[in-house]
């Protein structure tokens, strides 16, 4: 055994003999042989890498991290050492004798052991659990606790109720009045449906004598189709929905409406809470009917996350994704905070490092990236049936194999442009040689001017110093060409682009026609610089501008090459088949390097014409045997974001969270350990994630959290506060339950009715806790300011979409169809990035659900009334009083154009009361008080005086701050009765009663 191996071994007293040797055969070895290029010794260490810390080996330099503790065969520097590779070979004087190189070996295994460094372990920490933790309420079983007796009839039928009153009896707390049934109505419609009844289904309610009006109502909300919609919104918060990527690479997923739509049906339908779980999890893995889909759909709940697609440490972004998704699915199903214990033990509750790592080797054996390209991509799944998908996967097979033939093809000419022999070679330099006096070399991020940014890191080099996109909107670059003489210049570029980016050219303000440097060349970076012709210029005595644009994002320049016309011709051999290699050599001459070294390359679309002509035949028959296959292609099969399994494996614990930094054996996948004795475990079979047990885990009856949770997070949503306040945190950190024997029993009562959530919605609606008023006496706003006990029912204002719902609702604009996508960018491409704003639409009369969620770039009305953050998962959103709230009533368009049709609609009316009363009960669904229409008509009659004789105002006023003022189109400058009557409607849906429910 090495002899480091053994060191790991002896008890920790010997640990000053794992010190002495390092600083006696490590260290020296290190300094002698790698100190020189790789340490501080080096004013650029090669490589960017130094190996002078253990933090400095684990941060690696540009080929990525340099060791794995505990891991040779997975360290870089081993392959390094080893010679493993041509490319790779370090020290590049000369390889290191086998015994120093099993020595490295032998300490890499045994854990990288550096004095007195804080990034070195070996073995996993000792968890002890704190007692308390473990006696917290939330850990411990569910009670089976029988509701409080109560004499009061009115507070003894339903079982809910006898809990609250109880709670209020000991506080010395009187209940509200129950509220009038309008009231009741408007409340539940909003909590049901996320919409206003109308004032029919108001009056109708309101005179119904029958003893089960108010059942048959909760019943006709339960199944309208718009039920699902309200209730998705809520989860989607959770779930941190969005239709964009958002962080670095923020790319439209435009398949993400798939998921939001199918938790509309599965609401609608009660899907049982335990599937809605299991789906969301696993919905892969359970057995269904090939054509249903929809538990396929539900995994998206896993990869909807954002993730940094353009992480060039591809491990780490793999470690970040299932952080994010073991974060948001601890956090929704269990009501806890794991992702706290990525790094540590957790503070507060007694979840440890171990368990979180246990948790993390399911979602490492999940496929939630379909590739780790250099912006990596999302995964998603075809939704058709099983001969659908193998033929598409046949066709897929063919075209690649078509494409392969292409590309060999392609790669034998390629070769063929490549001068292998010494006389072709010679040639170019030659050429090259001749040229270079009379040459123009202008490096592209030396220009002259223009507003393109210099790049020698990101996707540069110091040798290839790239010119590239620095700013949104036109992008351009000049050159100034000074010349003794007029004559013709022969102009030759370098530059590298994965994409199609065409620039406009013009020398002097005059444009070539055309446009140039379109031809991707197969990537960004100088691996793909390509040379590229792009003809003769006429070039004037004197000064000439040459100069280059786009609107967007630029391809990367490299270099630009002139040479005069007539000796270029003359410099061209027999043996010289390509002229830009010629110009190739006449940058490596006027920029000092070797000519050896001259970059051979064209861009792909430019390589074929000075191929063969054999091969050029065989080229163009391949191309039409795939152009053939290409239109026999069956329709493409809609796809789901959705995961898939993976190769399972275990993990290590990552000391302080980093992928850099293992520590001990791999942990078995599986759940937490805290209720071990109470919970069954599942463990996961060897050929799976996972997932299924995990959700079967989850959902097992004796299990603390689940149903808790599910209880009061269908609690919150009808009452606005949850039980816990803190819906996804049920650790010690959390808010503790106001009535805890009631959520034990709401969470028995969802079992034991086969987890319906319609059912617990129910028997909540029908209970005279949630028929209270929001009225209280003094007594009870003293003793219970924020209804946190239940003395009245909790005033609460409209969110975001339930306000825009409304005002599109009361002006008889919205348009209720269900599902569908608006996002109109394509699947995958970017909806924002460093060139571009939102380019999402909003200016629809849609529900608000199904308005674009852009990471990044939220719509301004939404962030205005407190929407979620998609980037997280969110369990109750927050309610804030500001300004700007009020600036929107007064200034937005959209409350504008609804109070219009709102006018428009009251001044059909033949009086001026009768209008008043159209819009009171078009906005607040009810007819107005004596006082109300008083004041209402005295506030038309002086916004028309006002009209006729307007107050006398600054001359040339100020713009305000925000821009010129809005006049409103459909208003003609006489109109002053609907401009009066348009500010009476804007007054009624700015008030409280409209975006308040009682």
């Not at 070979?89 to 086998?98: S, V």
């Not at 209730?231 to 958002?246: E, H, I, T």
Request: glycine share 6%; aromatic share 8%.
């Amino acid at each position: 055994m090495p002899v480091a191996a053994l060191l790991l071994l002896l008890p920790s007293a010997v640990d000053d003999g794992r010190d002495d040797h390092f600083e006696t055969k490590i260290r020296p070895l290190l300094a002698e042989r790698c100190y020189e290029c790789h340490s501080d010794r080096a004013q650029r260490p090669k490589g960017k890498l130094r190996v002078d810390s253990l933090e400095a080996l684990l941060a690696g330099g540009t080929s990525g991290p340099a060791l794995v503790p505990g891991r040779a065969e997975d360290s870089l520097l081993v392959h390094a050492i080893r010679y493993t590779t041509d490319e790779l070979q370090m020290p590049p004087t000369g390889k290191l004798a086998e015994a120093e190189i099993e020595l490295l070996v032998a300490w890499i295994e045994a854990g990288a052991h550096w004095p007195g460094s804080g990034a070195a372990a070996t073995a996993a920490p000792s968890y002890a659990p704190d007692p308390e933790a473990l006696a917290h309420w939330a850990f411990q079983p569910i009670e089976s606790a029988e509701p409080p007796s109560n004499a009061d009839p009115e507070w003894s039928g339903n079982p809910i109720d006898r809990f609250v009153k109880a709670e209020l009896d000991a506080r010395g707390l009187q209940p509200a009045p129950r509220a009038e049934r309008r009231t009741l109505l408007l409340r539940a419609s909003f909590d049901l449906l996320g919409l206003p009844p109308t004032r029919e289904e108001l009056d109708a309610f309101a005179l119904d004598p029958a003893p089960d009006a108010w059942e048959r109502e909760i019943e006709r909300l339960l199944a309208s189709p718009h039920y699902g919609e309200r209730q998705a919104r809520r989860w989607l918060d959770v779930a941190r929905y969005a239709d964009s990527n958002g962080v670095d690479e923020n790319l439209a997923m435009a398949e993400a409406w798939r998921y939001r739509d199918w938790l509309v049906r599965a609401y609608n339908a009660d899907l049982p809470y335990d599937r809605f779980v299991t789906w969301q999890l696993a919905g892969d893995l359970v057995e269904r009917d090939p054509l249903d889909f929809d538990p396929l759909i539900a995994t998206a709940f896993l990869a909807l996350g954002p993730k940094m697609l353009a992480e060039q440490d591809k491990p780490k972004l793999q470690a970040d994704v299932v952080d994010e998704q073991l974060d948001v699915a601890s956090r929704a199903f269990l009501g806890l905070t794991m992702g706290c214990a990525r790094c540590h033990d957790h503070k507060f509750d007694p979840l440890p490092q171990t368990d979180y790592y246990a948790l993390a080797g399911v979602f490492h054996s999940t496929a939630t990236l379909a590739n780790t390209n250099f912006v990596s991509r999302w995964n998603e799944r075809p939704l058709g049936s099983p001969e659908e998908i193998e033929l598409r996967r046949a066709q897929v097979r063919q075209e690649e194999a078509a494409r392969k033939t292409i590309d060999d093809l392609r790669a034998r000419g390629a070769n063929s442009l490549v001068p292998t022999d010494a006389a072709l070679r010679d040639a170019y330099a030659r050429a090259g040689a001749d040229l270079g006096a009379s040459a123009l070399l202008l490096e592209a991020e030396q220009a002259s001017r223009g507003n393109l940014i210099r790049d020698d890191d990101t996707y540069g080099s110091a040798r290839d110093v790239l010119a590239r996109t620095g700013h949104p909107g036109l992008q351009h670059a000049e050159w100034d060409v000074v010349l003794p003489a007029a004559g013709r210049w022969r102009l030759f570029v370098r530059y590298a682009a994965e994409e199609s980016r065409p620039v406009r050219l013009s020398v002097d303000g005059v444009a070539r026609a055309g446009p140039v440097l379109g031809a991707p060349t197969g990537g960004w970076k100088p691996d793909a610089l390509s040379w590229i012709d792009l003809g003769a210029l006429e070039l004037g005595a004197g000064r000439n501008v040459l100069r280059v644009e786009r609107e967007g994002a630029f391809p990367h320049l490299d270099v630009l090459v002139l040479l005069p016309e007539g000796p270029f011709g003359d410099a061209l051999r027999d043996e010289v088949r390509v002229p830009e290699f010629v110009a190739a050599h006449v940058a490596q001459a006027r920029r000092g390097h070797e000519p050896d070294d001259a970059a051979y390359r064209l861009p792909e679309a430019r390589r074929d014409s000075f191929f063969p002509p054999q091969l050029r035949t065989e080229l163009a028959v391949a191309r039409a045997a795939a152009a053939e296959l290409e239109q026999r292609r069956p329709a493409a099969l809609p796809a789901a974001i959705a995961v898939a399994e993976a190769e399972p494996r275990d993990v290590r614990l990552h000391a302080r969270g980093s992928h850099l930094a293992l520590i001990g054996d791999p942990l078995p996948r599986g759940p937490l350990r805290l209720f071990d004795g109470r919970v069954a475990r599942q463990d996961p079979p060897s050929g799976s994630s996972g997932r299924l047990e995990l959700a079967r885990w989850m959902l097992d009856p004796a299990h603390p959290l689940t149903a808790r949770v599910a209880a009061n997070r269908i609690w919150a949503g009808l009452f606005g506060r949850g039980i816990v306040a803190s819906p996804s945190n049920f650790g010690r950190r959390g808010e503790d339950p106001t009535h805890p024997a009631l959520l034990d029993w709401l969470a028995r009562e969802l079992v034991a009715r086969d987890w319906s959530q319609k059912e617990l919605q129910r028997l909540i609606l029908r209970s005279r806790t949630w028929q209270m008023a929001s009225t209280t006496d003094a007594a009870g706003a003293t003793a219970d300011p924020d209804a946190r006990w239940l003395s009245r029912f909790p005033l609460r204002r409209l969110d975001a979409e339930g306000v825009r719902d409304r005002l599109l609702a009361t002006a008889g604009r919205l348009d209720r169809t269900l599902g569908g996508s608006l996002l109109a960018t394509g699947n995958g491409e970017y909806v924002t990035n460093d060139q571009s704003a939102n380019a999402a639409g909003y200016d629809v009369p849609r529900r608000s659900l199904y308005l674009p969620i852009v990471r990044n770039a939220m719509y301004e009305f939404f962030a205005n009334f407190d929407y979620a953050d998609p980037s997280v998962p969110l369990d109750q959103r927050p309610t804030t009083t500001v300004p700007s709230q009020a600036l929107f009533f007064l200034n937005s368009p959209l409350v504008e154009d609804c109070a219009l049709e709102l006018s428009r609609r009251a001044l059909e009316r033949a009086t001026p009361t009768a209008r008043v009363r159209e819009l009171w009960s078009a906005v607040l669904l009810r007819e107005p008080g004596a006082d109300e229409l008083a004041r209402a008509l005295a506030l038309v009659e002086r916004l028309e005086e006002l009209q006729r004789d307007p107050e006398p105002s600054p001359a040339d006023p100020e713009p305000v701050a925000q821009g010129a003022r809005r006049e409103m189109p459909a208003l003609a400058v006489g109109a002053i009765e609907l401009r009066a009557w348009v500010g009476l409607a804007r007054a009624l849906l700015s008030s409280n009663e409209f975006i308040y429910i009682d």
